[in-house]
């Protein structure tokens, strides 16, 4: 019923060659028989087996760059819908495509509103365009991001912020539909770089409010076409490694927040961080709401596959996150140095340059935020027992949380060569500060082999 459902359909797919995008097409190609898949990827085939034999080890790589039914396309997101492929390419996508499955994204939080509006905001403006004129299409996702209503942080009275799975609209005049009015707005960010609503709303970053204009373009654009039962939000929360599949703990070295915050904890010389919370307890309280990538994958391929359409969290949840002190132990599980690091809590706002750089980076420490997932428990009702039990729908917490940082030693070294580096901290002495593990794909392999 799932996985029949894709079985001769022609998908499209962005982002195939990232973290999330790996998992994706890994479950897709091995729980279906799609009629194709066309990937759209910089640098082409060659670019795209060289990333899949970086992360996977070579008998999973392979299930992805030996796949008979997927074609690599050399192509970029930009800000025309022609993404650098030929006349010929671009009318067959259009005859032929089914389902586009929109996951490429800088996933740099730091860039500026006018750098996001290259890499965010109008490729994504871009491609639902140009998805609105595929004469077959039934299905058109993009992920986004949970945290793209992470500015309620600042207005809420709760130090528990309840988001549910809509758009909030940012503009408390705003008639009609939450995404009404997008278009104008996006004029207003190609003029001046900048938004009035952007301006009088405390995002922690400008990719969460790119990715929250993003959503309300896509909805605006459908709506014009009459195609809004066709679109699909997905946001994911913190991506972390996965449970299961492609492997236990597959993760990329750059696309898992906690892993560069690790790498932060384990280089710190000193004996204090400064963060800054409203929590009364924010050990106790405060919470990170990290998912694992294949729960990702599967909710977005099953809710496409029921026909979902609008706003649907990929995330842990209530039941699922971590709360601040779990994740703080595991760091101190991975760090060397003998002394241990302790938070030192402040009020101040979360851009404060008081901050400890890892708070300034990754501004959601000692936040804390319930996720609704309502839509995927109603989607899982659903379905018969056998069929959920295939699904990885909900994060596997039975294991302590330093478990899943075991797996990402390597990436975690790297992370901390890479901050060393850049504070001209001499990077043979990372050693001294944190573990140095095996690569997740060779990890696999010897724990195969044993
Ligand atoms: N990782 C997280 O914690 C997280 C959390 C919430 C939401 N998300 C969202 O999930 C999606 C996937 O993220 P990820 O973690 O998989 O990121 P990732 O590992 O950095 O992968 C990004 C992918 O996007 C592609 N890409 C970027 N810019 C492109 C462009 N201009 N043209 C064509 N392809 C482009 C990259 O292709 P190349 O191979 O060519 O570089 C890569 O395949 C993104 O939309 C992100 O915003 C991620």
């Known amino acids: 019923m799932i996985w029949e459902y894709y079985n001769d359909k022609t998908l499209f797919i962005t982002g195939g060659t990232g973290f999330v995008g790996t998992a994706l097409l890994y479950r897709l190609l091995t729980q279906s028989s799609p009629k194709h898949v066309y990937v759209l990827s910089r640098g082409g085939y ?24 997927m074609t690599i396309m050399d192509g970029e997101l930009g800000d025309t819908a022609t993404m650098d492929l030929s ?11 089914h389902i586009i499955i929109h996951a490429a994204a800088s996933i740099e939080l730091k860039n500026s509103l006018r750098e996001l509006s290259y890499t965010i905001i109008a490729p994504t403006l871009c491609l639902t365009q140009y998805a609105m004129k595929f004469a077959n299409l039934e299905r058109f ?8 209503n992470a500015h309620l942080w600042q207005t809420s009275k709760s130090t528990d912020v309840a988001v549910d799975e809509k758009i909030y609209p940012l503009d408390d005049e ?7 009015g997008a278009l104008e707005i996006w004029k207003e960010v190609q003029k001046t770089g900048t938004s009035t609503e952007y301006n009088s709303h405390n995002f922690p970053w400008p990719y969460a409010y790119a990715k929250h204009l993003a959503e309300r373009l896509v909805l605006e654009k459908a709506a014009e076409k009459n195609n809004l039962d066709k679109v699909l939000v997905i946001r994911p929360s913190v991506v972390g490694p996965a449970d299961k599949f492609p492997m236990p703990g597959f993760t990329t070295a750059y696309s898992t927040p906690s892993t560069a915050c690790a790498a932060a904890y384990a280089l710190h010389p000193g004996r204090k961080i400064v963060l800054s919370t409203r929590c009364e307890n924010p050990d106790k309280d405060a919470t990170i709401d990290e998912v694992p990538v ?10 496409v596959a029921l026909g979902s359409s609008g706003c649907v969290h990929a995330v842990s949840g209530e039941r699922g996150r971590l709360h601040l002190e779990d994740w703080w132990s595991a760091f101190k599980n991975e760090r060397r140095l003998p002394w241990n690091v302790q938070p030192v809590w402040t009020s101040e706002d979360w851009h404060s340059k008081s901050l400890h750089y890892m708070a300034r980076n990754f501004k959601i420490i000692g936040t804390s935020f319930a996720f609704a997932d309502g839509r995927t428990d109603a989607m899982a009702e659903q379905l018969d027992s056998d069929v959920r039990d295939g699904l ?3 994060a596997d917490r039975s294991k302590p949380y330093h478990h899943s940082l075991i797996h990402r030693r390597h990436h975690i070294h790297n992370a901390a060569r890479q901050i060393a580096r850049k504070s001209r ?3 043979c002495s990372v050693g001294l500060f944190c573990r140095k593990g095996k690569h997740p794909a060779r990890l696999q392999l010897s724990e195969k082999a044993a």
């Open 392 to 394: 990885h729908l909900y």
């Open 294 to 303: 294949d729960v990702v994958a599967d909710r977005l391929l099953v809710h």
């Open 46 to 69: 060659s670019k795209a087996k060289a990333k899949w034999s970086e992360m996977l080890p070579p008998h999973i790589a392979k299930v992805l760059y030996e796949s008979k039914c």
């Open 141 to 148: 996702v993009f992920v986004s991001t949970a945290y793209v």
């Open 425 to 427: 901290l001499p990077v």
């Open 174 to 180: 705003t008639e009609g539909e939450a995404y009404a």
């Open 87 to 97: 006349d010929e390419e671009l009318q067959m996508l259009k005859k032929t495509v």
